[in-house]
């Protein structure tokens, strides 16, 4: 109807209008108490109210009572009031015959009261009742007076209609008419009360209209009394908990809950909820407030074992294959429980291991979350959810809080929603919010992605729990993220042997004189005659005695149990455990079979001009067996590792044709832009998952922390990040620094994470010719002065190591060095410097017999075809071939232009070996090549530029990487070591031969740089002896 639609545009009007509003006052950031500003009212022209009409329709809905109300119009206009003639004539574009107006008026009141409604929508969560503390005054919108639309208190008996056409709540048709008094009130109940909903930045209706109905309820939400013992018992457990804690280990630092106890009863009630609605399994990350209280009564981790920990904790004890690592404080463990829920279901809750590092661990709950998904086939993504704990300052602070949420609607990294809860205590630190935000609230981020946000009042234990079922329901209907946003206070400093008082004197003495939410819940329960103090006595004593008796048992507790194993971990090893070498090669039918099938494009499909010529390329490649390049040999470790049942997935910016223009895994119709992605037409049938190369967000930090979250679920996938170019790594250092290097040995998780960084010195600039590798290198922990067990049956150099870095220099090698991530019984995150102009380079390419496993093919040996850690020089001398008088040692692309020099000054008394796994250090194969080379006199070695060389008469080290950069420390002192072992010299053996030390990684200007390259790469093979550094 013309009039439903006119009052919708008007409705629509008006949110953008209070949108608008609320933009551009300056709201307080704090959540205080709020004061009503008064605005003198106009006068306005009485109109006829509805209750005076004497039609028999106010019975029935409201759309049908106007229909019906039409239609008697219709009819005939005097038989309804003078106002609704008017108003027909109005809308139905006739001229209004009379009172001209009074029709006005009635019209103008109903737009008026749209308007009222919309402005507690926009704006009601500004005058509600939020923080416990009521420390500071906010002022309350003036829009949120019925006075600013010009009604006064004599209006408020009068009847009103305000339906709006497809409209939910306050503004549905259904409503029945209502006085202005009981609208107005039942709209401060709705949005004025202790939550704060913020939802009208959602652009779609039907989700609007989901909340209003659940929001604007006709009667305020109330809990009966077996629901509210529960909430009571579980607050009770929440309260008891820390204050145990507190009086048995006064000084240690536990980051309480206190002033925030809420957080548990609304935790559980929110999973109860899920798990009603069919979650099956919860992964849950936080950061240290509260996160001993949510281990022990949300996660049901067992107390003993915290209680143990907390008294000191012993190591686990030694048992064959046990994993202990070297642990971490007890408030970043992670865990894993099946627990029952009150629906008489079981829902499996794994809390995530992190770092101190807030936030950090967000990226990586929704990447396993999303695993979870996949390897359940959990395809409408309700069977698996992520629920993540923020704080207030660091939700408002840190970057990736914002990275992950812009995953959250990505087809191939969305989990059909996140929970956010934030335990808003209103300080960071001692960080008060008016210095640490420039927002209203600190979950002003999440409105970017059309999240409803719901405020509560963190000591209205109803309403928290109400928020928190609410949030589990919009998850599970709409699948996507939703806020809570906690609003409490901190009893006690940022830990326990802190003092508040130093910079929050005026907060800290409101709340030492603040009851707790357990007081004020029991009060209330009391006062309503519910529950009696007996019974709320039986509960504390019934926690109590078991808090007791739990940690009496603690003093007993031994970890016996690896917890670090989920059931898709089963049968792997830990680093005390040996995992033999496997054979990476792969039979050499498979090989062309897949090689036919990731090189051939339908029939019908119009590739562009160009790619096509690179897949007959591919084809021809496949086909001949010769010429084989990286991005195919690349296609073809993933589609023998897909052939053999694993998953596999690469993601990071502009993967899918690749940065530089090289892997065109997805491709491109150029008539009707349909996509083809030849691997995932491996294997007949294939899940069109079970392959996934995509392209990301611009974002680092959240993309390597959702890729390890991803790898860490199941060990059969292959999980690939790559960068743009290598330097933009950095950007994740976080997740590197905290999680990939020092993961395992904290936290007794392993990943098998490959990273692939382009790296090299092609004259780009300072920004993109380095991956960083001496980062890499600098954490890796393997000792430098010891040559561990290298036996290739008793060897485990790799798995105590805490990460492998390689920069391959062929194809083939590239492929093995991918397979040997899967076949493997352990699994240890991978980083590549991967080339960039080795891609297209004319030398470096691999044949397919390099791929394969038939014996006497290159690379065969008695365990078949592997990656190889070492490759030694390829002008076929013998051992101990006279006239050889240098031998050069490198790494990565500076190999094909020592190469290139070699033969240009036909240099056939130098050997040139390339180190292709820098770490763990290959001292056996250096070994090996230093033996295989006369001694003539004290070996010395210099250092060239991609990496090193090594000089016979000579040892030198050769790098492209300026001295301070680059492998020149971590290989200098390991060749040392293994030097020394054969008696090869020491370090002042070792020469330099590479550019100085510098502040940028490289010259901005090509020609230095070609000058540079040039100049090194003469220096490395010239006959004079190299005296750099001695
Ligand atoms: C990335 C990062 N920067 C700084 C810190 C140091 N730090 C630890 S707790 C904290 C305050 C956190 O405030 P908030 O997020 O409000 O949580 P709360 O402690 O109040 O629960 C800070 C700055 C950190 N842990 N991580
Ligand atoms: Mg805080």
Redesign the pocket.
């Known amino acids: 109807m013309a009039w439903f639609r006119a009052a919708r545009s008007i409705s629509q009007l008006a949110t953008k209008r209070n949108i608008i509003l609320s933009r551009t006052t300056t709201p307080s950031r704090f959540f205080q108490t709020t004061k009503a500003v008064q605005y003198s009212s106009s006068p306005v022209p009485r109109p006829v109210p509805l209750s005076r009409l004497t039609d028999s329709f106010l019975d029935g809905t409201s759309s049908v009572y106007l229909e019906e109300l039409q239609r008697a119009w219709e009819n005939d206009p005097n038989s309804v009031d003078e106002s609704w003639d008017n108003f027909f004539k109005n809308f139905l574009g006739q001229k209004a015959s009379t009172s001209p107006g009074i029709s006005g008026q009635t019209i103008q009141e109903s737009m008026k009261l749209l308007l009222l409604v919309r402005a507690y929508q926009v704006n009601g969560h500004r005058k509600a009742n939020l923080d416990p503390l009521g420390l500071e005054q906010r002022e309350v919108p003036d829009d949120l007076d019925i006075s600013f639309y010009g009604f006064t208190e004599e209006d408020l008996d009068r009847e009103f209609f305000i339906g709006v056409w497809k409209m939910a709540g306050f503004l549905s048709e259904n409503r029945p008419v209502r006085t202005l008094s009981s609208i107005v009130t039942r709209l401060e109940q709705a949005y004025c009360g202790t939550v704060g909903y913020e939802y009208m930045h959602i652009a779609d209706r039907e989700k609007c209209n989901w909340l209003r109905d659940k929001i604007e309820t006709p009667e305020s939400t109330q809990y009966d009394t077996e629901r509210r013992v529960v909430f009571l018992d579980r607050l009770i457990w929440s309260t008891q908990f820390e204050n145990f804690l507190a009086t048995k280990w006064t000084a240690a630092k536990r980051?309480g809950l206190e002033g925030g106890e809420t957080l548990i009863p609304g935790m559980k009630e929110m999973f109860d909820r899920a798990a009603d609605r069919g979650v099956e399994s919860i992964v849950i990350g936080m950061?240290?407030?509260g996160r001993l209280n949510v281990l022990a009564n949300v996660v049901r981790k067992p107390l003993t074992q915290i209680f143990n920990e907390f008294s000191g904790g012993t190591k686990p004890v030694d048992e064959d294959g046990l994993y202990t690592g070297t642990g971490d404080v007890k408030y970043h463990l992670g865990t894993s429980y099946d627990r029952p829920t009150r629906g008489g279901k079981r829902i499996h809750l794994s809390l995530v291991a992190n770092p101190?590092?807030?936030e950090a661990v967000d990226p990586v709950v929704v990447g396993k979350t999303r695993a979870k998904q996949y390897y359940s086939n959990d395809r409408d993504r309700v069977k698996n959810l992520g629920v993540l704990i923020?704080?207030?300052?660091?939700?408002a602070g840190?970057g990736v809080v914002y990275e992950t949420l812009h995953l959250s609607a990505l087809p191939n990294y969305t989990t059909g929603g996140t929970i956010h809860i934030v335990?808003n205590?209103q300080?960071?630190?001692t960080t008060d919010p008016r210095s640490g935000r420039s927002s209203q609230y600190c979950t002003d981020v999440a409105k970017a992605l059309d999240a409803p946000i719901f405020h509560v009042n963190g000591d209205d234990l109803e309403a928290v729990v109400h928020v928190c079922e609410l949030a589990a329901e919009w998850r599970q209907i709409f699948h996507s993220d939703v806020v809570v946003d906690i609003v409490c206070y901190?009893r006690f400093g940022?830990n326990e042997i802190d003092e508040p008082s130093f910079t929050q004197p005026k907060m800290y003495k409101i709340i030492r004189n603040h009851p707790s939410a357990l007081e004020i819940y029991q009060k209330k329960l009391l006062e309503s005659g519910q529950i009696g103090q007996e019974d709320i006595d039986r509960i504390h004593k019934k926690v109590n005695s078991i808090l007791n008796e739990e940690f009496v048992n603690s003093k007993d507790h031994v970890t016996r149990k690896r917890d670090w194993l989920s059931a898709y971990w089963s049968g792997f090893k830990s680093p005390e455990q040996v995992s033999r070498i496997q054979n990476t090669g792969v039979k050499p039918e498979i090989l062309k079979n897949v090689g036919k099938a990731t090189t051939t494009l339908p029939d019908n499909f119009k590739p562009h001009r160009a790619v096509k010529k690179i897949y007959e390329q591919r084809s021809q490649m496949i086909e001949t067996g010769k010429g084989i390049d990286w991005a195919v040999a690349e296609t073809l470790a993933f589609a023998t590792l897909l052939v053999e049942g694993n998953h596999v997935r690469l993601s990071g910016q502009d993967v899918e044709r690749g940065t530089f223009s090289h892997r065109h895994a997805v491709v491109h119709d150029q008539e009707t832009g349909e996509k083809y992605c030849p691997l995932d037409h491996v294997l007949p049938n294939q899940n069109d998952e079970m392959f996934t190369v995509s392209n990301s967000s611009l974002s680092e930090f959240g993309v390597v922390g959702f890729e390890l979250g991803y790898s860490m679920e199941n060990p059969n996938s292959l999980v690939l990040w790559e960068a743009q170019f290598g330097d933009f790594a950095n950007g994740a250092q976080v997740i590197f620094d905290q999680f990939l290097s020092s993961g395992e040995s904290k936290w007794l998780r392993q990943t098998g994470l490959v990273f692939l960084l382009p790296h090299g010195y092609d004259g780009q600039g300072p920004e993109h010719s380095s991956a960083r590798l001496e980062r890499f290198l600098q954490m890796s922990d393997d000792n430098p002065y010891v040559i561990p067990e290298m036996d290739s049956t008793l060897r485990k150099q790799i798995q105590e190591c805490n990460w492998q870095v390689v920069n391959t220099t062929t194809p083939a090698n590239y492929f093995h060095v991918l397979r040997r991530q899967i076949h493997r019984e352990f699994r240890k995150p991978l980083i590549v410097m991967s080339p960039k102009n080795l891609l297209r380079h004319k030398d470096c390419k691999s044949s397919l017999s390099e791929f394969d496993d038939v014996q006497g093919h290159p690379g065969f040996d008695k365990q078949g075809t592997r990656f190889k850690r070492l490759i030694k020089d390829q002008s076929n001398h013998s051992d101990l071939e006279k006239g050889i008088r240098r031998l050069v040692l490198c790494s990565g692309k500076i190999y094909y232009e020592l190469d290139e020099e070699r033969k240009r000054v036909n240099g056939k008394d130098v050997a040139i070996c390339r180190v292709e796994q820098l770490c763990p250090f290959p001292y056996d194969l250096i070994q090996r090549e230093l033996k295989r080379y006369p001694k003539v006199g004290k070996g010395r070695i210099c250092k060239l530029d991609a990496s090193f060389a090594n000089f016979i008469n000579q040892i030198s080290l050769f790098m492209e990487e300026p001295m301070n950069m680059g492998a020149y420390n971590y290989v200098t002192l390991r060749l040392c070591t293994a030097m020394r072992a054969l008696d090869r010299g020491t370090m002042e053996d070792i020469k330099y031969v590479g550019r100085a030390p510098s502040a940028a990684t490289a010259t901005g200007f090509s020609q230095v740089h070609v000058k540079e390259q040039t100049e090194l790469v003469q220096k490395a093979l010239k006959q004079d002896p190299i005296n750099y550094p001695w």
Do not use: E, K
Not at 390 to 395: I, K, L, Q
């Open positions: 980051f950061s240290h407030r101190s590092h807030l923020h704080g207030d300052g660091s939700f840190q335990v205590n300080v960071a630190f901190r940022h």
